[in-house]
């Protein structure tokens, strides 16, 4: 995926400078378009609903651990060279887990930190995180990680860079790992898992993930998924952890298990969201406005999600971005009641770029 990326970034520049009639501005967007903000009145009292640890990216190495409702906060940082790649949590203790890069040293290492900083390296591998191994179009770790309440981490290893057609995109595909950082032990699973989210279950043991899966197997939900019309699309499936099993749940995306682990999240490549309950195996679409992804599902209907600021909250677009893409409106962490259809503010000034997570706090 980032090989392809590469080339046709190259290509793009090569064309630019030999073609001496076209200005070097016209290939570099000074700032998207679309909109930076969203309306509508705040639902606050939502906002007590919402108990528990926020785990957030704050850049340049950094990351923050906010409790609610509280809204105490403490910071932790990265020691360079070493970049945050995917980092995800905490659990039901405060366990944070971090993949880290050393680009320079091409080497990368998973890491649990606890809530007073206290550091334990799981794994230290060769092979850079961020770009991979191009020329083999090969990745070494997945962009994501998923915490269970436990403490337990799941991640993908051994990646292969693939094409995807209907719906069209390049995703990555290999083993998944799930690693207890108690015990320092690890189980590898082959169930060729897509770089496309992952969600624990409230029991510890079963694991979301998405696979390919073939499309006339699947539930096709009407104005859901519509681009996947492939023989094998992208799916939710269920993995035991325990005993290796796996089952086939939904076509879609990007998990959200609820921690009543009754409902579970999924989306498409085209903004859409359902919640899909398990007992009735019935799909609700679940929309706000300016929902970028879900974040957490709070018992059966408070969402937490990324998404545009409130209109008059609005903090600014991203710093330090890519000239071919430029800057992007920051984001809000924002709750919102599908029952209630309203929404309320968490926090404001997410970078779009970086991770976010939430553990609810447990009764």
Not at 32 to 42: A, F, H, L, N, W
Not at 252 to 261: A, D, E, L, T
Not at 273 to 298: N, Q
Request: charged share 20%; hydrophobic share 40%.
């Amino acid at each position: 995926m980032k090989g392809q990326q590469i080339v046709l970034i190259v290509l793009g520049l090569a064309l630019g400078a030999a073609c001496l009639c076209v200005p070097l501005s016209f290939m570099i967007p000074l700032e998207r378009s679309g909109p930076i903000d969203v309306g509508g009145t705040e639902d606050k009292s939502l906002l007590p609903g919402i108990k528990g640890l926020v785990v957030r990216e704050t850049g340049r190495g950094g990351f923050e651990v906010l409790s609610l409702p509280t809204r105490s906060a403490v910071s932790f940082s990265v020691a360079r060279p070493w970049t945050i790649h995917a980092l995800a949590g905490p659990s039901a203790t405060g366990l944070t887990l971090l993949v880290e890069n050393d680009m320079m040293a091409k080497r990368h290492r998973l890491v649990a930190v606890d809530t007073t900083g206290r550091r334990e390296e799981l794994f230290s591998r060769p092979g850079d995180a961020l770009w991979g191994d191009n020329l083999r179009n090969r990745e070494y770790v997945s962009d994501y990680l998923a915490v269970s309440r436990s403490g337990l981490v799941a991640l993908g290893v051994d990646l292969t860079e693939r094409q995807l057609y209907d719906p069209q995109m390049f995703v990555s595909e290999g083993d998944l790992e799930v690693w207890d950082p108690k015990k320092r032990s690890s189980r590898r699973y082959p169930v060729r898992a897509l770089d496309l989210g992952a969600s624990w279950f409230p029991d510890n043991r079963q694991l979301a993930y998405v696979a390919l899966a073939p499309r006339s197997s699947l539930k096709i939900v009407p104005g859901f998924a519509n681009s996947f019309r492939a023989e094998e699309v992208p799916a939710v499936h269920v993995l035991d952890t325990v005993t290796g099993a796996t089952r086939i749940l939904h076509i879609g995306m990007r998990p959200v298990v609820s921690s009543s682990g009754k409902h579970v999240l999924v989306a498409d490549n085209s903004g859409h969201t359902l919640r899909f309950d398990f007992a009735t195996l019935a799909s609700t679409p679940v929309r706000f406005e300016g929902m970028y992804s879900p974040v957490a599902l709070v018992g059966d209907d408070l969402v937490v999600y990324r998404g545009l600021p409130t209109r008059g909250t609005a903090t600014g677009r991203t710093e330090n971005n890519s000239p071919l893409v430029g800057p992007k409106p920051l984001l809000a962490l924002k709750v919102g009641s599908i029952a209630k259809k309203t929404f309320a503010t968490i926090a404001t000034g997410i970078d779009p770029r970086w991770s976010v997570d939430f553990q609810p706090k447990t009764p």
